[in-house]
């Protein structure tokens, strides 16, 4: 049986979310931290760290160490959750002595990056650890029915990845990983700015460019935006204007690749759940899915109904909180 501390974790590119059975989402924070070189020490985490990307002395340096969905450095992403946890711990006014936690990770994920991530958890002290594909933990967080013989196709763009996944009998039918998600949608407009105007932006500054006018592939309304960034020549700062167009341009080959991804799954789906996708559409999760005109765009490229997802940022952390009760109830029925 599982412990009383229970526990779902979405080690998200971006965000990493912390669920508990009793109390919902308990942290939202992104996934940096902030480690002095000299020491090797933890100095912040979370909102914190990631308001010191470019703006730290050389001893301080903000780390993303999950890249793609999958851990890129294995002893950074294990200091990062026992610093996360232990805010957690402090929030809830008690220890999370040796939690059952289910993990997400991405379905393209190899053997090898699955037991960093397993091992990354154990080692703050975990009981059990479960992994869970990301687009089952997404659709059980969308309040989807995938313990029902109906497909239900989710499609979860994330930072570092987009996940397609059709879904039938609690298990994965067909599906596609691409490594592209709102991180290459920052880097494609940051590569564009550098380009266009020898103007050298953040990631930040790119992230917020995404949001305010960043466009899917539709018609729309021009916008504009002052950016602030370094002149490439002269070593200056230097403010430009962008407009939602260039940036509509500038997000066209990943907006494209995640099409792709789709288009492919539901060539492989089976005849019989095709139907089902028609009639139930698709489900789309992430941060990904807030992009303006995604869900406008998608439905008329794929010619099914397409739905955002009540919380999209949340659905994995969500879906892997509730799998627990699954987990529990199998875990029983093989007793």
Known sequence: MFSSAEIGIDLGTANLLIYTKNKGIVYNEPAVVAIDTATQNVLAVGEEAKQMIGKTPQNIVPVRPMKDGVIADYEITSQMLKAMLKKVSKKLGHSLRKPSVVVCVPTGATSVERRAIHNAIKEYGAKYVHLIEEPIAAAIGAGLPVDEPISNMVVDIGGGTSEVAIISFGG????????????????????HVRKKYNVLVGERTAEQVKIQ???????????????????????????????????????????????????????????????????????????????????????????????????????????????????????????
């Open 172 to 191: 994965i039918v067909s599906s596609q990983s691409t490594r592209v998600g709102g991180d290459k949608m920052d880097l494609a407009i940051i590569q």
């Open 213 to 335: 006018i960043g466009y899917a592939l539709i018609d729309h309304p021009e916008e504009s935006m002052e950016v602030r960034g370094r002149d490439m020549v002269s070593g200056l700062p230097k403010t430009i204007s962008l407009t939602s167009g260039e940036i509509q341009k500038a997000l066209q080959e990943s907006l494209e690749q995640i099409l792709e991804a789709i288009q492919t799954t539901l060539e492989s789906c089976p005849p019989e759940l095709s139907g089902d996708i028609v009639d139930q559409g698709i489900t789309l999760t992430g941060g990904g899915a807030l992009l303006k005109g995604m869900q406008e765009w998608l439905s008329n490229e794929i010619d099914v109904p397409v739905h955002i997802a009540p919380e999209p940022l949340e659905c994995v952390a969500i879906g892997t909180g509730k799998s627990l009760k699954m987990i529990t109830k199998l875990q029983k029925a093989t007793k």
